[in-house]
Every structure is written in C-alpha cells, then in structure tokens.
C-alpha cells in the first residue's frame, strides 16, 4: 500500500475520532433522499416464502459469483430457524434495506447512505473501517474485509461472472440489491423483478421461487401482490427501521399454492 493511501486512511481515521468525541453517538451521515431534494419513483423491496425456502444456498452462491464475494464473505446467509410440522424452517438474511437504518445514521464519513430508491449503498472510497456500522446493524448483515480478496472466484462461472468490481481490503461490504443489474435493466427498459437481467442474483438462481422482488410502489408488482395476499412479517419491526424485506412465514402447502 502507498505511503499517500496510508495517509489518507490515517486522516480519515483521525477526522472520524474528533467527529465521535465531539457530538458522541449522533454522528454526520450523508443526506437522506428526502433532504438532497432527489426523488425515484420505485421503492425496491423482496419478499421471502419461508414456505418454499428449501434451504439450498444457492443464493449465496450466486449473490459471491455477480458480486465477486469472498467465500470468507456472505452477503446473502441463510440460516435454519427451527421446525414446522417436523420439516425444517429457513430465514434467509439479505440485507435488510432499512427506511430508516442505523448503519447509515452512525457513520462518521458519510460511507453509508440511501439512494433515492431506497437501497442502502456503501461508498468504498470513503471507509475508513471502523466498522461502526457493522456494530449498528441488528440483522448482521455487514461483512468487514479483514483481507484482500485475490485470486480466482470458486463460484465463478457455474454461479454467475461478476459484475462490480472487488472491495478493498479493510473496508465493510454487504448485499446492495444487486443495484447493478436494476440500474443497467431500467436503462434497458426492462422489469426488476420481472425480467431475469434486471433482478438480484439471489432471486434468479432461487430454483424454488421462494424470493421475490419489485417495486413496492407498484400494486402490480409480484412483491406487492404477494403482500397484498399474504401476511408478512419483517425482522425486528420493534425496531423502527423499516425493513424492505418481508417474510411469508411458513403455512400449510394447501394455502402456499
């Protein structure tokens, strides 16, 4: 690494300590979408059937492939959360996209922020690694980069090819909606959620179905219509952070169609 590199990081890192020991908890974050004056008209948001996860980890295999994850790294994890009728249960935990989230409101350099739409995205230039986010987030969805990832992808090809660049060491990552299939879909006149080239990884690869993902600003999207169906739950709604990821707890295969 570069003596210019290593400075920056050491400024940064300084800049942040008088940032904390001045105004304590209540640290700058960068201007919601409200407040920069920008607007989008989607509202991106996935819908999880807990009823048809089977537990296949494929989502994570194919979100490591496009986003060039470590396979020390999850972005997507999926965990087994109990029994129903004696077969087992499944919470699978992308990022949570929060309306209101407490990475983004803890960090100290403006790393985290909300893009109009609503996705929560990390600015890698601008992490210092101190990791205060990763501390905020209650659904564990941040990962920090302990090393730099080198070196042939073992997910790639059969999963996916990748489609953003690699992190750099010592900064925190984590599942960003795959907004570069979304971005590149809309420029394309395609769906997200819809069309397989505009939608996350982790919904495509799903050979189950069990994720779903649109725009909930659309009453004809498929995750609104699921939700509209269905009731759905989100984690940790005690919270206040608004998550825009909803669950479909699991039922009676005679009622999950």
């Known amino acids: 690494m570069s003596e210019e590199i290593v400075g920056r ?24 979408a409200s407040e920069s004056g920008e607007s989008s008209p989607h509202r991106w948001g996935m819908v999880i059937d807990q009823t048809k996860c089977i537990g296949c980890g494929y989502c994570t295999l194919a979100c490591r ?3 060039d994850v470590s396979p020390n790294i999850s972005w997507n994890r999926v965990i087994e959360a109990g029994k129903y009728a004696g077969e087992p249960v499944y919470l ?4 949570m996209h929060c309306e209101h989230a407490p990475c983004v409101e803890v960090c100290p350099v403006q790393a985290t922020y909300h893009r109009p739409d609503g996705i929560v995205m990390m600015d890698y230039d601008r992490c210092i690694g101190c990791r205060y986010c990763e501390i905020a987030c209650p659904y ?11 070196g042939p992808n073992p997910e ?15 900064v925190v990552e984590k599942c960003t909606f795959c907004y570069q299939r979304i971005d590149r879909g809309l420029e394309l006149g395609l769906e997200p959620g819809k069309d397989s080239q505009a939608t996350p990884a982790c919904v495509v690869a799903c050979p ?16 609104s219509q699921l939700l509209e169906r269905y009731p759905a739950y989100r984690l940790r ?5 608004g998550p825009r990821v909803y669950y479909l707890p699991t039922r009676n295969e005679e009622v999950a169609g």
Do not use: I
């Open 140 to 150: 564990g969805a941040r990962a920090f980069n302990w090393e730099a990832f080198e």
């Open 237 to 241: 709604e005690d919270l206040g952070t």
């Open 92 to 95: 699978p935990r992308p990022c």
């Open 65 to 67: 492939a496009t986003n």
């Open 156 to 170: 790639v090809p059969r999963w996916g090819e990748p489609e953003v660049e690699r992190r750099p060491r010592g």
């Open 208 to 223: 189950t179905k069990a994720r779903v993902f649109g725009d909930l600003n659309n009453p004809e999207s498929g995750a």
């Open 9 to 32: 990081r050491s400024f940064l890192k300084a800049l942040a300590a008088g940032v904390s020991a001045t105004v304590g908890l209540r640290l700058v974050s960068r201007a919601s």
